[in-house]
Every structure is written in C-alpha cells, then in structure tokens.
C-alpha cells in the first residue's frame, strides 16, 4: 500500500502549550485510521493543522506526495482532503441537497459572470453539480430527505448530511471529528456501515472517535495522542492491550458502548 496522507514531526504550540508535540503518522491509501486520546490530548488540534485551518509551529503534512502545510484550507479540500467537525456546521436553512451541493461546488468553473448571465456552461455544471449531489445523497442512504430543510432532519441524519456534504467534494481522504458524537446505538452501528462503505468506494477514512466500540470495531489502524504525543500506534486489538493506552485512556473511564 502507498502512504497517502503524512505528518512529519508536526508541531502545534499556543504560547507555552504544545497541544500537538513532534507527532509522526502515515495513513495508507484505503485505511481507515482511528486517532484516540483523551480530552485535550491534541487530536482537533491535528485535524485542524492537516486540514490548513492551523499553520504549524513545527513540521510538515504531506498529502500523495505533496506538501500542503501552508495551504489555505479551501486548497487543502481542492487537494482531496475534506472534514467534519465536532459541532455540526449545516446551513440549517437549505435542503439536505442544497447543503451538498455546496461541497460539490468546489470542483465547478463557472466565475461571477457565468453566474450572472446564467449562460449554457453555468447550467452545465449547475446540473452537473446536483446530479452528483443526488447519487451522493444516495450512497450514504437518505435519498428520502432530499428537499428535507437540514434543520428539521432528526439528529443521526444531520451528522450523516455533514458526512454526504464531506463526500460530495470527492475527497482522497475523509477526516471525521466525532462523527458518533450523540448518536444512539443504531445510529452508530449504521455509520459504521457507513464508514466502511465509503472507505471500499476508494476513499481513505482518518476518524477521531470516542467510542471505543466504534474506533476499535470500524479501523483497521489506531494512533494514540496523550498531552499531544503519540504514545501508541498499532492495529486494534496491539492498542487496546497497551499499558501506556490504559493509563492514559481506556482505563480513566468505563466507555459507553
């Protein structure tokens, strides 16, 4: 398998906090990498760097061979890199189609002037856009909420709107940040289906995920951070043994499952 996506030595420091300390992880094209800790171990910290939304203090992230540390995050996404965040950033106001046309737009050329005069290309691609849309909202199962307003979607549906939106970009590689995060069981249990399926479509998955059922049972990879090191990286069942991880994480708290 070939690396995909690398971090080298990335550092992030706020003043005199590093958050994110001299961190080394290579995800292979078609993994899915399941990054854990504890609260404050640095893991949005280091979405945010490889995501461009932080410039590190200290290393570099390399996606297919490029370079991208300095990259603005609209760059980073153009790349072939897309994400969810912790708190859901829906336009609560559109369709669960609108909201995932926005990730698709990315990829139009249509400027200013196209769009004004609403000329044949512009209609092109608009339509283009919103059948791509559709066959994503289809892939990930909520081809029933089409024209649904994104605020009145129940909860499981609107992280999964996120996650189609992400899709729609045609990412090499999907970062999620806490995708069960309010979930029930069953919502869980469908996106780990989902993270599955999207991974055998060709996409890599990087996650950071509380739920040990669901970090443990859905990656193939698993990198812990504590104080902003990485203190483990193995398969699951190498990690869930490691006396370092216990320590630090799995044995603070019994997890929900």
Same mark, same amino acid.
């Given at each position: 398998?070939?690396?995909?996506?690398?971090?080298?030595?990335?550092?992030?420091?706020?003043?005199?906090?590093?958050?994110? +300390?001299?961190? @080394?992880?290579?995800?292979?094209?078609?993994?899915?990498?399941?990054?854990?800790?504890?609260?404050?171990?640095?893991?949005?910290?280091?979405?945010?760097?490889?995501?461009?939304?932080?410039?590190?203090?200290?290393?570099?992230?390399?996606? +297919?061979?490029?370079?991208?540390?300095?990259?603005?995050?609209?760059?980073?996404?153009?790349?072939?890199?897309?994400?969810?965040?912790?708190?859901?950033?829906?336009?609560?106001?559109?369709?669960?189609?609108?909201?995932?046309?926005?990730?698709?737009?990315?990829?139009?050329?249509?400027?200013?002037?196209?769009?004004?005069?609403?000329?044949?290309?512009?209609?092109?691609?608009?339509?283009?856009?919103?059948?791509?849309?559709?066959?994503?909202?289809?892939?990930?199962?909520?081809?029933?909420?089409?024209?649904?307003?994104?605020?009145?979607?129940?909860?499981?549906?609107?992280?999964?709107?996120?996650?189609?939106?992400?899709?729609?970009?045609?990412?090499?590689?999907?970062?999620?940040?806490?995708?069960?995060?309010?979930?029930?069981?069953?919502?869980?249990?469908?996106?780990?289906?989902?993270?599955?399926?999207?991974?055998?479509?060709?996409?890599?998955?990087?996650?950071?995920?509380?739920?040990?059922?669901?970090?443990?049972?859905?990656? @193939?990879?698993?990198?812990?951070?504590?104080?902003?090191?990485?203190?483990?990286?193995?398969?699951?069942?190498?990690?869930?043994? +490691?006396?370092?991880?216990?320590?630090?994480?799995?044995?603070?708290?019994?997890?929900?499952?």
């Amino acid at each position: 398998m070939s690396v995909l996506l690398e971090a080298k030595s990335v550092t992030m420091q706020f003043g005199g906090l590093k958050a994110v +300390d001299a961190v @080394d992880m290579a995800i292979n094209q078609g993994e899915i990498r399941a990054l854990i800790g504890p609260n404050g171990a640095g893991k949005t910290t280091l979405f945010n760097v490889i995501s461009g939304i932080y410039i590190p203090t200290g290393g570099q992230v390399y996606l +297919d061979g490029e370079e991208i540390t300095k990259l603005r995050p609209h760059q980073v996404t153009a790349r072939g890199i897309a994400r969810t965040f912790q708190n859901l950033q829906l336009f609560n106001q559109l369709s669960s189609l609108d909201n995932v046309m926005v990730g698709r737009h990315i990829h139009t050329n249509s400027n200013i002037v196209s769009t004004f005069l609403h000329t044949p290309k512009m209609k092109f691609e608009e339509e283009k856009c919103r059948e791509e849309s559709l066959e994503v909202l289809d892939f990930v199962g909520m081809s029933q909420y089409v024209e649904t307003q994104a605020a009145n979607l129940p909860y499981g549906r609107k992280r999964v709107l996120e996650i189609a939106r992400a899709l729609a970009s045609k990412p090499k590689i999907i970062m999620l940040d806490e995708p069960c995060a309010g979930m029930n069981p069953t919502e869980k249990e469908d996106l780990m289906i989902l993270i599955r399926k999207i991974r055998d479509s060709g996409v890599t998955v990087l996650l950071v995920e509380h739920n040990m059922r669901v970090a443990m049972g859905v990656s @193939d990879m698993v990198t812990v951070l504590d104080y902003g090191k990485k203190i483990s990286e193995d398969v699951p069942e190498i990690v869930q043994h +490691d006396p370092l991880v216990i320590e630090a994480y799995l044995g603070k708290e019994e997890e929900e499952v």
